[in-house]
């Protein structure tokens, strides 16, 4: 297996693993009550969310560009950023990736892709002209971390459960199966833990996702800071981008929201405790408080 330079995990790999056991787990519960009311026909429903797994999986790193007006550019388009990324290669000793940008205000960057050898690193134009250099590394360094667990590849073989779970419940709501079951006797009921056993994986593969995703981040935050050994150039974007965003169009923030697990910084982050369950990112305080930890552990002012 290809290694880089990105200290090892120990937590993310063990949150990882737990989840994708829990997360199993599920999807063995929901197979389970599928052939004991269905039978065979379930079947039809797996295979047809599994082509379109395979496609996200596959293709993820050109959808995320189509969706946010992503291009490619040269190093003769972009010396500077490219310059940046081929020192975060170096010194993580990894491939580089292929590098774009987005035209827009909303300053963010995003990496995707199923590999490291197949990842796309993006950053957007209001990024760019709002960070200095070094704060602009680490945003680098904070996505490159994200390539270099693999976490895009975990993160949408997670979440698969959970869209396959979501359609069986819409297929089962907007077909008129509850309601020609409640009108079966004995056998409709049973037809009837067919909506509700996949709503209840569907919710737990959720909050199990986003429980994953939200640590994903403060690792790739850990992980960037301890290889540029610039903590603080780290804290420093994260407050200007996160500042910044208030000042972003609703309708631009609306239009990038889909994108949210991807970004940097969400486009859009709830400020109530309930809100925080369900969110990608953790929020920006317990991001800087890592950082400072982080600081203080290498003895930087």
């Known amino acids: 297996m290809e290694r880089s330079r990105y200290r090892q995990d120990r937590g993310l790999t063990t949150r990882m693993v737990t989840s994708m056991f829990l997360i199993g787990l599920l999807y063995v519960v929901l197979v389970g009550v599928l052939l004991a009311v269905l039978g065979h026909f379930w079947v039809v429903i797996v295979i047809v969310v599994g082509a379109l797994f395979v496609a996200q999986f596959w293709f993820s790193d050109k959808i995320a560009a189509f969706g946010m007006g992503a291009r490619e550019v040269t190093p003769e388009q972009a010396p500077e950023l490219h310059a940046a990324v081929d020192r975060l290669c170096a010194l993580a000793d990894m491939p580089k990736p292929r590098v774009a940008v987005a035209r827009g205000d909303m300053p963010n960057a995003f990496a995707t892709g199923r590999g490291r050898r197949s990842s796309l690193l993006c950053v957007t134009t209001g990024l760019l002209r709002r960070l200095e250099p070094q704060e602009l590394e680490g945003v680098l360094a904070h996505e490159m971390s994200h390539v270099a667990h693999r976490d895009v590849a975990v993160m949408t073989i997670a979440s698969f459960l959970g869209v396959l779970a979501g359609v069986i419940t819409r297929v089962a709501l907007f077909s008129g ?53 610039r903590p603080s150039a780290l804290a420093s974007a994260l407050t200007k981008v996160d500042g910044q965003m208030a000042r972003i169009p609703t309708r631009d923030l609306r239009r990038a929201e889909p994108y949210n697990a991807f970004f940097f910084v969400p486009a859009f982050a709830s400020k109530n405790s309930l809100g925080h369950l369900f969110a990608s990112h953790p929020t920006l305080e317990q991001r800087l408080e890592q950082l400072a930890r982080i600081s203080a552990e290498m003895g930087r002012p």
């Not at 737990?204 to 690792?219: H, N, P």
């Open 177 to 229: 199966l509850t309601r020609s079951a409640s009108n079966a006797g004995p056998a409709g009921l049973l037809i009837l833990l067919v909506p509700l056993v996949s709503a209840v994986v569907y919710v737990i593969g959720f909050l199990l996702t986003r429980l994953l995703s939200r640590y994903r981040e403060l690792a790739a935050d850990r992980a960037a800071a301890q290889l540029t050994g």
